[in-house]
């Protein structure tokens, strides 16, 4: 039977390697093709939030439109009627007010 030592020296340096920033390629041609990749996946991801955020926006506009329906609708000003006071009240007693 063999006892095998774990070394970190070899350890370190793989993993140095394996999770290091990528050099950029030395062929001109090949540079300007993966920076084009990256600029269209970059213009992608941007266009997939734009539609994920819509998406979200329109979900919010459904559910605010949702709650709201069976309540009394606006007038054609865009105002509820003026001479309507919404409120809650209590009715005191005209002996305990003070003078």
Not at 55 to 77: S, T
Request: glycine residues 10%; charged residues 25%.
């Amino acid at each position: 039977m063999f006892a095998h030592a774990f070394r970190f020296d070899q350890f370190n340096a793989r993993m140095r390697t394996a999770f290091s920033a990528p050099r950029k390629p030395r062929h001109r041609v090949l540079r300007v093709v993966l920076g084009l990749v990256g600029l269209a996946l970059l213009a992608v991801l941007v266009m997939f939030g734009v539609f994920v955020g819509a998406a979200m926006i329109g979900a919010g506009l459904l559910f605010k439109l949702w709650k709201q329906r069976g309540k009394p609708a606006l007038n054609e000003r865009g105002a509820r009627d003026a001479r309507v006071l919404d409120g809650e009240f209590r009715v005191v007693d005209p002996v305990s007010l003070p003078r």
